[in-house]
Nanobody, 115 residues
Framework: QVQLVESGGGLVQSGGSLRLSCVAS????????MSWYRQAPGKKRELVAA???????NYAASVKGRVTISRDNTKKVVSLQMNSLKPAGTADYYC?????????WGQGTEVTDSV
């Protein structure tokens, strides 16, 4: 069962921008934390950015200053604006909603940059 649906991935030139969005589909959580992760082939999934119900956000050091995460609690949507993309090959970006020990995941959207 698909719980979250990501969109916005694609091919982008190095230095360009991309906006990813994630909307709840089958996820019934009212999340405290909404996050974006990425996973490159053969590597572990890593946190890119997270936004919390108290309004705070946190970012991976590698993306700080170039990425902005935002949320719409009413629509249960989380977005990730990525600017000044660096050459990094292909990675799948996943969104995640959590509330306590419960969480929902999406199936991912692929982002490929070109040098």
């Amino acid at each position: 069962q698909v719980q979250l649906v990501e969109s916005g991935g694609g091919l982008v030139q190095s230095g360009g921008s991309l906006r990813l969005s994630c909307v709840a589909s089958g996820c019934i959580l009212s999340p405290n934390t909404m996050s974006w992760y990425r996973q490159a082939p053969g590597k572990k999934r890593e946190l890119v950015a997270a936004t919390h119900s108290d309004g705070s956000t946190n970012y991976a050091a590698s993306v700080k200053g170039r990425v902005t995460i935002s949320r719409d609690n009413t629509k249960k949507v989380v977005s990730l604006q990525m600017n000044s993309l660096k050459p990094a090959g292909t990675a799948d970006y996943y969104c995640n909603f959590t509330r306590g020990y419960r969480g929902c995941w999406g199936q991912g959207t692929e982002v490929t940059d070109s040098v």
